[in-house]
């Protein structure tokens, strides 16, 4: 028997996800975003949703343009620390010892130690309470060569991502691969 627990935001697991901008005084930022995911196949899109408080609203705002990173579990602290501390106040680069490098696709930069990375030029957004969701047309991908398998294309163990518990808050790794995306249900299409 299920339970009622109230409409919450626990959809499980969510993808720990470091968004990239630059502010108005072009100082590279990075934010942790809770909400975020893949929206649209054509125009490849992917959308992340953040409070107007941030630091990073105001640069998406300004710049048209961000990057969206899959946090690898290597990196989590830092990701991590991305989420709480304010671009408005600190380097977070500096205090974090990541290295920001400036896209030559869009108008923001990325993170050269995480493995994966797309950049996005803003395409909308709308406001949807206490968050506003950014669109993002995904315009690159860029990945590390040693995190690519043979059809190149991203390597989720060579990636290993972080997931996040929403409303537990806690922070998972990769587990074990289940089997193949629409190959593993084709057996009960023979019942």
């Known amino acids: ?6 409409a919450q935001t626990v959809l499980l697991p969510a993808p720990v996800l470091v968004v990239g901008t630059y502010d108005r005084d072009g100082r590279p ?3 942790t975003v809770a909400w975020g995911g893949m929206c649209c196949s054509r125009p ?16 998406i705002i300004d710049r048209k343009a961000f990057t969206v ?14 989420g709480i501390a304010s671009g408005r106040d600190i380097d977070k680069f500096a205090v974090t010892g990541l290295t920001p490098v400036r896209s030559d696709i869009v108008d923001a930069p990325y ?19 206490s968050h506003t969701q950014f669109i993002g047309e995904i315009l ?3 990945i ?8 190149m294309l991203p390597n989720i163990q060579k990636v290993r991502p972080s997931v996040l518990t929403p409303g537990i808050r806690e922070y998972y790794g990769l587990g074990e691969k289940l089997g193949r995306a629409f190959v593993i249900g084709k057996k009960l299409r023979k019942k």
Do not use: W
């Open 1 to 6: 028997m299920k339970k009622s627990i109230g």
């Open 29 to 31: 930022n990075a934010m």
């Open 44 to 59: 490849p899109c992917v959308d992340i949703a953040l409070r107007k408080a941030t630091h990073t609203y105001q640069s």
């Open 69 to 82: 990173h899959v946090t690898p579990e290597k990196y989590l602290t830092e990701a991590d620390y991305f």
């Open 111 to 129: 993170i050269e130690e995480f493995p994966f990375v797309l950049e996005c030029r803003l395409v909308d957004f709308m406001d949807l309470g």
């Open 140 to 142: 690159d991908v860029k």
């Open 144 to 151: 590390d060569e040693d995190a690519l398998d043979d059809s």
